[in-house]
């Protein structure tokens, strides 16, 4: 579904360039649940961001089922992006003068064949909490309804940017199973990052991340 | 240094009220490093808001060193803010149009005693990110240029919300052991929010926050 060769991205300040990305390689197949995995500042956000179309690489080349991003318009992205993918950024998700319903129904609304707004927010338990505006949520809350607003439109690919950083573990086990079940139900491609561990065991593959480069991918037996 | 009598905080949201705190009492001793642990929705920010004076409370009272805060003016809650208080927040901390460094100096310029800035970005292990802007910034490098922020201030009291939330093992244990090296070396009192059970053994006493409401408070022996 998603191929990767040789995919830079520099970033040029003043004399130094910052290898954000050096050389990366992969392959992603379709249904397949990505785990993302890698320290502070390795690179990780870089990469969603390039996939997502949601940034641009500064070389090498990335293609969406034989389709060329790298050197796509500006118009063919965005195109891309509406109908193809989900994204739940690591911060500011949300649109503040809109409630969590509210917010999801917009998602939907722009999608061709979306899910049930209602129902997303009950799947991450925020049924009590429609009426709350983003800054009458608490962190974890906000980023369950990020996840609500990304599921509804029933994307081909969702990509999630630290979804549970700021969730306990009870609600991260609430939301990591959501986006398995999204994954294997609807047979989605799903790409995660994160830094924590014991989360990459629901991955089908894992893919390492080191200092702008993929240091190894290891595939879960049993995820 | 601080106290809480039946503190309450209620959010009135047409017909329903939502009682972040309910009747929450405590004392807060100096140079103590305290952790609240807890779900995600059950009251944490709203607590460290209040201790902080970002905000005030609906009932019940809050001291700091026998100076009421729960009726203070918007005035003296400013100045107590201003010098007494270094805050991280869970998100939004940076302002965007100024590099890491700027951002550092600025919060040591309003200061009555500031530490070195450049000093605080090594210690966080930023130094070579010092002339980025907050946007070219990864997650975890923005919120270790929070802590930066906050503890060149050099404030009694230093309140976190999630700080290593959005960072991997490694530099969580950087930070962690920096703001315990904070706590100790210079007698301050930390307060620290976290949902990750393990972080809360680096706290002299940890609360236990569940529905609004301070369940328990337990004593580590040996931090
Ligand atoms: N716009 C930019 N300009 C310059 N450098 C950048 C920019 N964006 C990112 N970087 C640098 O590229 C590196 C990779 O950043 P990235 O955000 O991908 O890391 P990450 O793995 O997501 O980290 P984290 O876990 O902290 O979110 C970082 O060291 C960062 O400083
Ligand atoms: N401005 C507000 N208006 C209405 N309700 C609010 C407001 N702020 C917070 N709440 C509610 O109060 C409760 C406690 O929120 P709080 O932000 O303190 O939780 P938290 O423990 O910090 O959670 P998290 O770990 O998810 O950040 C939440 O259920 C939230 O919906
Ligand atoms: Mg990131
Ligand atoms: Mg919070």
Redesign the pocket.
Known sequence: LITAKALCKY?Q?GDIT?K?LQNVDFSIYSGELIVIL?P????????LNLVGGMDQATRGELYYKNTPLHNASPKQLTFFRRNNVGFVF?FYNLIPNLTAYENVCLSAEIAQNPLSPGEMLEKVGLAERTSHFPAQLSGGEQQRVALARAIVKNPEILLCD?PTGALDYQTSIQVLQLLKHFCEEYHKTVIL?T?NTPIAQIANRIFY?KD?QLSRITANEQP
Do not use: C, D, N, R
Request: charged letters at 10%.
């Open positions: 970033y300040m910052v954000a890698g502070s500042g390795s690179g990780k956000s870089t990469l690591q630290e990052i830094h991340i702008g």
